[in-house]
């Protein structure tokens, strides 16, 4: 695991999902509030990704252009992204047009 990542598995872990994992949520909401669209989100990540993997070799000694560590890192943060932009997404249709949308389940709305 250590070679797919290209470094620790609890360096990685730690800056991944807890620093750049937070970073990303906070994009998702940022996405979804100024109306962007969806495909955003991936280009996102990637640059949070980016920014994880060189943190990741300048404080842990990780290799840098580690490929398999870098998608990981994407997929990861677009997964935390997404669901940060449609729980934002949702509850800004809900309380902007209350008069037309009601509240289905986390990620949607219907027409009342």
């Known amino acids: 695991m250590t070679a797919l990542l290209g470094g620790e598995i609890d360096s990685f872990l730690t800056m991944t999902l807890v ?3 937070g970073a990303a949520f906070l994009t998702g909401q940022a ?5 962007r669209p969806a495909w955003q989100i991936p280009p996102a990540a990637a640059l949070l990704a980016a920014g994880d993997r060189f943190l990741l070799h300048a404080l842990f000694g990780a ?17 935390i992204a997404a ?6 997404r ?4 809900v309380r902007q047009y209350p008069w037309l949308y009601e509240r289905r389940g986390p990620f949607g709305w219907r027409e009342k």
């Open 19 to 21: 620093l750049f994992g």
């Open 31 to 35: 996405l979804a509030q100024s109306w």
């Open 63 to 79: 290799e840098l252009a580690a490929l398999g560590g870098f998608s990981i890192a994407v997929g990861i943060l677009a997964a």
């Open 83 to 88: 669901v940060a932009y449609y729980l934002t």
């Open 90 to 93: 949702a509850r800004k249709m």
